[in-house]
């Protein structure tokens, strides 16, 4: 198991972290914010944010860019939906705005 895929499973099996991350991962589309993530788990934002990066090696908002273009890229190879329909369900408002997190998401290392 590499790194990155163990911090997956250190991070899902959190108790506190677990249900944010499931929720990031099943609910991609909702309007999420790091303030409404710490919400959701019942936690501070600061600490949130601190917590979710040590434990997952990312910041929040970087990782649900991640869930959300690898959704899209899924939802372009698996179904015949448009890039605005594709852009509206992994929570975007528009298609241009799912391109430039795709470009975002490209240049990160």
Not at 70 to 93: N, P
């Amino acid at each position: 198991v590499d790194r990155s895929t163990a911090r997956w499973f250190r991070g899902l099996e959190d108790h506190e972290l677990g249900p944010i991350l499931a929720r990031m991962l099943t609910e991609p589309q909702k309007p999420w914010t790091v303030a409404s993530l710490a919400a959701a788990g019942r936690m501070a934002r600061s600490s949130f944010a601190r917590r979710f990066r040590d434990v997952l090696g990312v910041a929040p908002m970087a990782l649900l860019t991640d869930i959300r273009m690898r959704k899209a890229r899924a939802l372009l190879r698996q179904s015949h939906l448009g890039l605005k329909e594709i852009a509206r369900q992994v929570g975007y408002r528009t298609a241009g705005a799912s391109s430039t997190a795709s470009r975002r998401d490209h240049q990160l290392p």
